[in-house]
């Protein structure tokens, strides 16, 4: 499966995160993450969480994009990094709890700098109100011991 980027720029104002996603065994995924970043740099918000992950990561015997040409790319531009699977969940959990939590301090950081300037910025969390990032359905293990990949 291919992934390609779809996301019309009336889509991303507003938007708090973004997950740019490309598969580690398909090296042109991963070249087209410079354009769809660029894309959304264009039409989101300045304060915009952008990740990059790469899919796939139980694909290792097939992996076309390595591990550190991401990193390198992801520090270059200012991006969190993660290497996932769909197929057996690894690093998907992470990956959510990872820019949930950036989004929540940078909506914190907002709402703190319009309280100290007298404005409301909108829908906020109060102090000391809990995220529950747990899922309420078991994990499944895949068959033949399967252990995360990341």
Known sequence: MN???FF???????????????????????ENVERWLKELRDHAEANIVVMLVGN?????HLRAVETDEAMAFSEQHNLAFIETSALDASGVDTAFQRILTEIYRNVSKRNMAAEEAGASSGPS??????ISL?????????????GGCC
């Open 56 to 60: 796939k990561c139980d694909l290792r």
């Open 134 to 146: 747990t899922s309420s359905q078991p994990q499944k293990k895949k068959a033949g011991g399967g």
């Open 8 to 30: 019309h720029s009336t889509h991303k104002r507003g938007a708090v995160g973004a997950l740019l996603v490309y598969d580690i065994s398909k090296h042109s995924t991963f």
């Open 3 to 5: 992934f390609s980027f």
């Open 125 to 130: 969390l109060s102090a000391g109100q809990t």
